[in-house]
């Protein structure tokens, strides 16, 4: 099973940027965490960090008849990003928005996500455990159904 995972803007930033919000961890290790996870849970993952809207949805244009599920977090673009968000509903398989910090306990124009109605679910506020949670739902929803 493949799994995309996309950051968006200014998420290379992790760890450097507004630590207090957002933690020390940088992207790389949180992506280091998600192959170690996928890895046991016998799942591949292609990762794209982009700061250009552009580059996420064409990553997932090329991914659409690979791929099996998405993990998006959409940074910037939560609140204004409609194409991201027609790209989204357009995939056949299921995709989970990621937050590390939670969106509604912050500043209020941040509380509106519009990419949440085009996702299958959101995880939000854990931090880096975010990912790691959002992965292992993606999966077993992926997974049939016992009986």
Known sequence: MKILVLHGPN???????EPHIYGTTTLAQINTRLE???QGLGV???ILQSNHEGDLIDFLHKNIDTAQG???NPAG????GVPLHDAIKAM???TIEVHMSNIAARETWRAHSIISPAVKG????????????ALRALVELQQPAPG
């Open 70 to 72: 998405a993990l998006v």
């Open 44 to 46: 591949t993952l292609e």
């Open 122 to 133: 959101t995880v939000q506020g854990l931090g880096p455990i975010s990912y790691l949670a």
């Open 77 to 80: 673009l939560t609140q204004h």
């Open 11 to 17: 998420l290379n930033l992790f760890g450097r940027r």
């Open 36 to 38: 170690t996870l996928a």
């Open 92 to 94: 056949p398989f299921p």
